[in-house]
């Protein structure tokens, strides 16, 4: 099982971005995937999670109305486009493999910062 995502970087307060998992080793398209984050000395917090057809979604009420989870079966790959931009958002995000907080594999991360 292999997760990889992109897409982080350092965003104004407001802004926008989308984070792209990659996912590999497994069959994609069977598996229900989350987004989950952790911010600096803080544990880890679920964000969304999307079924595995792509039909059902449910985010955490921090990210609610902010940040849509989305899925490619044909390519494999997970998104989280996220808008209106927080200082909290601000974490190490990782791609999981899972529904909610109950996922078993996960990517190494990658990075958002929203600042000024």
């Known amino acids: 099982v292999r997760l990889v995502e992109s897409g982080g970087g350092l965003v104004q307060p407001g802004g926008s971005l989308r984070l792209s998992c990659a996912a590999s080793?497994?069959?994609?398209?069977?598996?229900?995937m989350s987004w989950v984050r952790q911010a600096p000395g803080k544990g880890l917090e679920w964000v969304s999670t999307?079924?595995?057809?792509?039909?059902?979604?449910d985010n955490a009420d921090s990210v609610k109305g902010r940040f849509t989870i989305s899925r490619d079966n044909a390519e494999n790959t997970l998104y989280l486009q996220m808008s209106s931009l927080k200082p909290e958002d601000t974490a190490l995000y990782y791609c999981a493999r899972g529904r909610g907080p109950n996922w078993d594999t996960r990517g190494q991360g990658t990075q958002v910062t929203v600042s000024s």
């Open positions: 080793g497994f069959t994609f398209s069977s598996w229900y």
């Open positions: 999307i079924s595995s057809s792509g039909l059902r979604t």
